[in-house]
């Protein structure tokens, strides 16, 4: 579920990056959380969390890797004992679990 997320997402921001930590551009997000969105609700999660949970992801995501690190992300798997990119990435998804239903 993870993966094709950010599989999705890599379709929308392409190769190209600069030297800092650069924010995804507004539009990138808006179309990875759609996209997340429908997915999460294919899955069963309700409507009033997928948003919610989809934004906080690609908020997390585009704060946390910003353009620069796109690559690295996009090769890490969510793992707290994984390498310092899985890390990062499993604090972001734990981060936003809070707003899933328990």
């Not at 996209?35 to 069963?44: N, P, V």
């Not at 409507?47 to 997390?60: E, F, L, N, R, V």
């Amino acid at each position: 579920m993870v993966r094709s997320f950010i599989a999705a997402l890599a379709l929308l921001l392409g190769t190209t990056f600069v030297s800092a930590q650069t924010p995804w551009p507004e539009g990138v997000k808006q179309s990875y959380v759609e996209r997340c969105a429908e997915s999460m609700l294919s899955q069963g999660l309700p409507p009033k969390t997928a948003k919610p949970y989809c934004s906080c992801i690609a908020d997390g995501m585009s704060k946390e890797f910003g353009k620069e690190d796109y690559n690295q992300m996009m090769k890490a798997e969510p793992n707290p004992k994984g390498t310092p990119y899985d890390r990062r990435l499993y604090k972001l998804f734990s981060a936003c679990s809070s707003i899933l239903p328990r």
